[in-house]
């Protein structure tokens, strides 16, 4: 028996769970969240507690019986706390700034990047160097994060770029580090 699937999910006070077959929808004072499961695996309600539940111990229904009570508890957790990504700008001349619902970010191109939050994600610069990605679904604030990251990753030479706080980037000795002949 999985671990965490076996684990009930503790529904917190002021929190919705509706279940329809395989599509669960939670509302919290955060919002609203639905999404579908695969068939296989049951998932009920009992009081104020979530169960989910495995038919037979084949390899994909236990694959899939801990992925789907971690999705569920995700759900109930962004509706009640929400979830957030904490990007770190570092380089000379590297910074970030919020113009209305857009992220104004220079990165050392000729051009300043801009990236829009939508319904989804909030956009948060509380300094030059920081951004604060936030939002109740925990798999868009990754992925928006990512997307953010991706427009100058981190380079292993001098170690500038978009990284994750608390990201730890190896650097590399430059062309000098090899040894010098002569």
Not at 150 to 159: A, F, I, M, Q, T
């Amino acid at each position: 028996m999985s671990r965490i699937g076996r684990k009930p999910i503790n529904i917190p006070v002021g929190v919705d769970v509706a279940i329809d077959g395989s599509v669960v929808t939670v509302k919290g004072p955060k919002g609203t969240l639905t999404q579908s499961f695969n068939p296989v695996i049951t998932i009920q309600k009992e009081g104020e507690e979530i169960l989910v539940t495995r038919p037979d111990d084949q390899k994909e229904s236990r694959s899939l019986h801990g992925l789907t009570r971690t999705l569920v508890q995700n759900m109930v957790l962004g509706v009640t706390e929400g979830f957030s990504k904490t990007l770190d700008v570092q380089g000379v001349g590297y910074r970030v700034q919020k113009q209305g619902k857009d992220l104004v970010m220079n990165l050392g191109y000729s051009h300043q990047v801009i990236v829009s939050e939508n319904e989804d994600i909030k956009i948060e610069a509380p300094n030059q160097n920081t951004i604060v990605i936030s939002g109740i679904d925990k798999q868009k604030v990754g992925q928006f994060a990512a997307e953010v990251r991706e427009k100058r990753p981190p380079e292993p030479y001098k170690g500038k770029g978009i990284r994750y706080q608390g990201e730890y980037v190896r650097h590399k000795e430059g062309k000098a580090g090899k040894g010098a002949k002569g």
